[in-house]
Each structure stands twice: as structure tokens, then as C-alpha cells.
């Protein structure tokens, strides 16, 4: 425990990303000062906002500079409590980076929810992406019995919350997923009515076999060719919780993005549709134990089922992430930076 080793950011990404924008450096093990923590990185979590971060463009939160650890939530064990709160030991869930020895503030960790025997779903089903799923669904999507929601990266952390809940509030689920392993999973491990395979050449004519009775909430996380081929699905009065636009994301401006622009502009019009954006811990942070308590409970209960794709070693993460912008992840993907045992 003499040396850290972290992933920094070495370039910006032009376009789709590439493993040169990654540098992985070794550096003397941090310090802690009065307050703070020292913590050893267990699970790494990769999400689709780090490659937002990646660009120095204006957005809701600050970009990752040139040189800096990638930001990231872990969980993390403590290995150095500098302050009160904390004791050697304690699993925590902290924004600690990619890295494997963190130093962080109290203001930056919080306690592993209590009685959670998995502590990597703290960074999947029980932790953010589970609360997007929950609180975009439910607080914006409104679904109500005998309606059909749709939802797009379906088998992934936060679709694969979303389409079992629209199943426990008795909506029909269609979800929308990359290959035909995916789909066969979206459906016989997760209960969804169907799942369509956005990679099929019939793609827009299966989805909409698949709702007879047309969409009342699309729960978005790609846009692209899957939204144009759910907007004429669209029922009068749909709803569409906006959470993200994956397809988009190694993506510059399109010409074509302008028509397509102007016939959504028309259908939000005419079918009278509601879209809301929203980031989860801005905008729903007070509604956290409520979603935890009833998380936990589905989730004791085996109503909500979770898949993890886990990549072992710190040194594979922006391989990993890159594949997660390609939809090579198959369920939430994390990276086991160290096994102490506690955290299997
Ligand atoms: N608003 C918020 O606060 C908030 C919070 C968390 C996450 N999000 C958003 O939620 C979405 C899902 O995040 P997640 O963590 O649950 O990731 P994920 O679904 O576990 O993984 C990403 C999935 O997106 C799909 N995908 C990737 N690139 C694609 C492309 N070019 N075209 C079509 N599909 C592509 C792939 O699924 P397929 O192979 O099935 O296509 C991939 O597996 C992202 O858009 C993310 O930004 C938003």
C-alpha cells in the first residue's frame, strides 16, 4: 500500500472516443488531512455521464480537466478515518474517481444503505441508476394500469429498473434492446411483454406489432433512429421522461438532425406530449430514502431482478467504457478494483 494508480484524462475525445483520451499513471498513495478519509476503491462504477464530462462544453456540471482523475462513484472501504464520522473499515459509497486509493471529505461519502449484502448494487439497482429508473418513471412517466410503456437500453442499469416497474404498476412493457441475447433476457428474466431489437431490419414495423395500442410513456435514454421510429407510436397525451441520449453522446450535429427536429416539434404539438429532462440527484434528491426503502423491499422480494458485467482490474475500465457506448455492456457494468473478501 506504497503507490496509487488512477485514470486521468489525457485528450479530449473528437467524436467517438478513443483509448488515448485515458492515461493510467501510478503516484504516490494520497493523504488524508484533518476531516477526510482515505478509502481503497472495491467496485468502480461506469456510467454513460463520464463521457459528458470528457467534453469542455457547458452542461450541468462542471468538465474533468486535462490531467485529472476521471470522476466516478465507488464503493470504497476505509482504510484511514481522519475524522469522526467514520471508522476504519466501513464499506462506503463515495465520488472517489477512477482510482484505487482515494482521499475524500465527508461531504463526498455516504454509509452503504444498511443490510445490503451485495455492496456493488449500491452503484446499480440500489443506488443512482436505480433511483433514475424509479423517480423518471414514476414521478414524470406516470404510468397507470393497461397503458404501455416503452423503454429503450432495456437491459441495461437503469432500462432494466424501469420495465420491471412498469410490470409491478400492471402496464404493458415493451422494452427496446441491441441483439437477440439482450431481448431474450429483457423478456424471460425480466417479465417484459416483448423486447425489439433495434439492430433488426424491421425494426420500426416490430415495434410497432409490439404496441397494438400505441405508446403512452416512452422512457428515453438513447434518441436517434430508435426515438424517430417510437414518435409515430406516440398516443395522444404520452408522456416521456428524457434521461439521456446515449446514441448521441460520440456524436457531432447532423444535417439531418434540423427535419428531424421539426417533425417532433409537430407531434409534441398536435398529440398534446409531455417530455420533462431531468438529472437525477438534482432535481430528486430529497426523495432518496423513499426510493431506497421501497427499492430494497422489491428487491428482497425478488420482483426487481439486476444483472452486473463486471471487468476485473482498474487498468481495463476505458475499454470497458468505451463498450458501453457501443452497448457491449450487458447489465450494469462495474469494475472490481480490489476483492478484500466483503465485497463478493
Ligand atoms: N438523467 C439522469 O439523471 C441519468 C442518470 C443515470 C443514467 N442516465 C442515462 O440513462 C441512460 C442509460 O444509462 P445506464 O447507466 O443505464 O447505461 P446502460 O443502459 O447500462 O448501458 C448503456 C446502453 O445504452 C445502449 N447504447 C449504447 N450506445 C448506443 C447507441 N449508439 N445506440 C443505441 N443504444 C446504445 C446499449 O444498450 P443496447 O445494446 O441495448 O442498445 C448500452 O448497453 C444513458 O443515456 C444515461 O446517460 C441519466
Known amino acids: 500500500m506504497s503507490a496509487n494508480r488512477r485514470i486521468v484524462l489525457a485528450a479530449r475525445p473528437k467524436g467517438s472516443l478513443t483509448l488515448d483520451c485515458f492515461r493510467l499513471e501510478r503516484a504516490p498513495l494520497p493523504q488524508a488531512q484533518d476531516g477526510q478519509v482515505l478509502l481503497r476503491t472495491l467496485w468502480l462504477s461506469l456510467d454513460p455521464y463520464m463521457r459528458g464530462r470528457m467534453n469542455d462544453a457547458p452542461s450541468y456540471a462542471a468538465p474533468t480537466a486535462i490531467g485529472e482523475v476521471m470522476t466516478a ?8 478515518p481522519r475524522n469522526s464520522q467514520h471508522q476504519s473499515g466501513d464499506l462506503v459509497v463515495a465520488t472517489s474517481g477512477w482510482q484505487e486509493y482515494a482521499v475524500c471529505g465527508a461531504e463526498d461519502i455516504q454509509r452503504l444503505p444498511a443490510g445490503m449484502t451485495r455492496p456493488s448494487l449500491a452503484l446499480g439497482v440500489l443506488g443512482m441508476p436505480g433511483f433514475t429508473a424509479f423517480m423518471g418513471l414514476l414521478e414524470i412517466g406516470k404510468p397507470q394500469r393497461g397503458e404501455t410503456v416503452v423503454v429503450a437500453a432495456a437491459t441495461g442499469a437503469v432500462g432494466s429498473v424501469v420495465g420491471q416497474i412498469a410490470k409491478l404498476k400492471g402496464c404493458r412493457a415493451v422494452g427496446i434492446a441491441g441483439g437477440a441475447e439482450k431481448c431474450a433476457w429483457a423478456v424471460e428474466g425480466l417479465g417484459l411483454d416483448a423486447c425489439i431489437d433495434h439492430r433488426a431490419p424491421q425494426f420500426n414495423e416490430l415495434l410497432a ?32 421522461p428524457l434521461c439521456g441520449l446515449i446514441s448521441q453522446y460520440n456524436q457531432s450535429a447532423r444535417p439531418e438532425d434540423a427535419d428531424s427536429l421539426r417533425a417532433f ?9 409531455s417530455m420533462r429532462g431531468f438529472i437525477i440527484f438534482d432535481d430528486y434528491a430529497g426523495y432518496w430514502p423513499k426510493f431506497l426503502e421501497e427499492m430494497q423491499g422489491w428487491v428482497r422480494n425478488g420482483w426487481i431482478k439486476y444483472r452486473e ?13 468505451l463498450g458501453l457506448l457501443e ?10 478494483v480490489a476483492d478484500d473478501g466483503a465485497a463478493a
Open 73 to 80: 462513484g465507488a464503493v470504497c472501504r476505509v482504510i484511514e
Open 209 to 240: 406489432a409490439a404496441c397494438p395500442k400505441g405508446i403512452d410513456v416512452y422512457f428515453e435514454s438513447v434518441g436517434g433512429s430508435i426515438f424517430t421510429a417510437v414518435l409515430p407510436l406516440l398516443n395522444a397525451r404520452a408522456r416521456i
Open 265 to 273: 416539434m409537430r407531434a409534441v404539438l398536435v398529440k398534446r406530449i
Open 309 to 321: 458485467d463486471i471487468v476485473d482490474g482498474l487498468e481495463n475500465a476505458p475499454q470497458a467504457f
Open 327 to 336: 452497448g457491449r455492456n450487458f447489465g450494469k457494468l462495474l469494475v472490481r
